[in-house]
């Protein structure tokens, strides 16, 4: 089975840093995902990561830890844009995507 | 590269009507398609998974008669929400992935469709 865990909300001043924390428990896994979803939109791919460590593009950086099932995202330099919400999503075996139930940022000025 | 986009955006339909939903590939090709759910501060639900030329995947607890997903080409799939009742209410979002990219795991987005059922 399947099981994603990240926090609900979380709010941040702009221009400071934060980090979004995913734990996963899954058979077969395959991969972390990472996307962002403004309101009413689909969500757009950040970030992969397959292999433990960090992995950083630009403002955005994605880390895992497989023995730990652990993942997170962080922002940097945090603009108010960044407003949306977060989904943590494990790849499994069969290449499917299973997703956490997003963490909505709000970025405060 | 690597853009899905959806058809129609958004949709209102009566009680009892079916509605098709189109997802294409517009510079790839993409053998198989997923089609998630996305209710009101919900994450996404796969609903099923289409592969080109051959029956569609479901989710536990997808109505099969209900959801039904063509995916006749390489670059087009389609979900149509027959007998949509008010329930049915949400935003569909298909995915595709890349079959010839290497490293082909990244599912790209289309933007989605909100359906309304009166």
């Known amino acids: 089975g399947q099981n994603i865990d990240q926090p609900t909300e979380m709010t941040a001043t702009e221009g400071a840093i934060v980090q979004i924390n995913c734990t996963y428990q899954?058979?077969?896994?395959?991969?972390l995902f990472w996307y962002q979803q403004h309101a009413g939109e689909a969500p757009t791919f950040l970030s992969y990561n397959v292999l433990d460590g960090l992995e950083e593009k630009g403002r955005f950086s994605s880390f895992l830890s497989r023995s730990k099932g652990y993942s997170y995202l962080l922002l940097k330099e945090l603009q108010m844009k960044d407003s949306a919400s977060y989904l943590c999503a494990d790849n499994n075996a069969g290449n499917m995507l299973t997703f956490g139930g997003g963490t909505r940022l709000m970025v405060k000025p | 590269g690597a853009v899905v986009s959806q058809h129609p955006s958004r949709v209102i339909c009566k009680s009892g009507t079916s509605v098709k939903i189109e997802c294409r590939s517009l510079d790839f090709q993409a053998t198989t398609m997923f089609w998630y759910r996305q209710f009101p501060k919900q994450s996404l639900m796969l609903m099923a998974t289409?592969?080109?030329?051959?029956?569609?995947?479901?989710e536990q607890g997808v109505e099969k008669d209900k959801f039904l997903i063509n995916h006749a080409s390489l670059t087009l799939s389609t979900l149509t929400v027959t007998s949509a009742h008010p329930e049915d209410s949400s935003f569909y979002i298909c995915?595709?992935?890349?079959?010839?990219?290497?490293?082909?795991?990244?599912?790209?987005f289309g933007p989605g469709t909100r359906l309304t059922v009166l």
């Open positions: 995915s595709a992935r890349d079959f010839f990219l290497a490293g082909a795991d990244t599912q790209y």
């Open positions: 899954t058979s077969g896994f395959n991969g």
């Open positions: 289409s592969n080109e030329g051959s029956k569609a995947t479901y």
